[in-house]
């Protein structure tokens, strides 16, 4: 018998609750770092993906007087953290992203994209349309925080944490 716990053992398959904990570690922690790193970029904040409105209610905390603006097909939140009728957006995310500049008025400064959904191939199919989307929606020196592994020439993705990787979530800056 080993001295070595299971949770410890190096080969050890991650449970779904594991990698949920490791996602949300690492959600917590970009969008606390990226908050002070946006202080001198002028934009809102989008959120793609409101699901239970918890994010939103983190970034609004950690972001006090920035304007956030939140896309979902359906709004199924808490009352408490749903946004004012100006800044929900409901319907497709892929059609309301894309016509969302009268509205929304100027690039952002941190798009947090959480529309991912665990399967490789589904999330690299909406990959293939909202990362062109997002790019062309962040300000210059803005960041995208996502659940979704996101290919966009001119941004440079940032260092990783093991909670970010085992919980598949990464971070972008947008040259300036």
Request: with cysteine.
């Amino acid at each position: 018998m080993s001295d070595v716990p299971a949770a410890a053992a190096p080969n050890r398959r991650k449970s779904r609750l594991d990698v949920f904990i490791a996602r949300m570690t690492a959600q917590k922690l970009f969008l606390e770092r990226v908050a002070e790193m946006i202080a001198d970029v002028d934009g809102p904040v989008l959120e793609l993906g409101l699901g239970n409105g918890r994010t939103f209610d983190h970034l609004r905390e950690i972001l006090p007087g920035r304007e956030i603006f939140v896309f979902d097909r359906a709004v199924t939140a808490h009352p408490a953290s749903i946004p004012d009728g100006d800044h929900m957006i409901i319907g497709e995310i892929r059609d309301t992203l894309a016509y969302c500049g009268p509205r929304v008025k100027r690039p952002a400064a941190l798009v947090h994209c959480d529309l991912g959904t665990g399967d490789p191939t589904a999330d690299l199919a909406k990959a293939a349309w909202l990362a062109p989307q997002i790019s062309e929606r962040t300000a210059p020196g803005g960041y995208v925080a996502s659940g979704i592994a996101l290919d966009m020439p001119g941004f440079e993705e940032m260092p990783r944490s093991a909670d970010a990787e085992l919980g598949r979530y990464w971070l972008y800056r947008k040259a300036a």
